[in-house]
């Protein structure tokens, strides 16, 4: 984790319909593997709140990897199967990073 002036950053936070929630699973396994691929991906994490929001963090280096990634065909595919089986809701925010800081104990 080390954050650098003019990465573009995705906060994804969905919830699940129960009954998406097992073919959410592996779509979105085939989709962690797929982003990895991709020109400009630096990492994604997953979280899930207790009440079962889940919030993923995805960072690109910079706009142009992530637009590609954006405009993936199966990536585009896994939005449109999220919508029609998989989510309750989710919202998407994406900004890019204009300031950086980071400390590791040593």
Sequence with gaps: MRPEPGQVITVFRSRLRPEGAEAYAEHAERMSALARTMPGYVEHKVFTAPDGERVTLVTFADAEGHRTWAEDA????????????????????????????AWRRA
């Design 74 to 101: 199966e990536h585009r595919a896994a939005q449109r199967a999220g919508v029609e089986g998989y989510y309750e809701q989710y919202s998407i925010a994406v900004g890019t990073v204009e300031r950086a800081h």
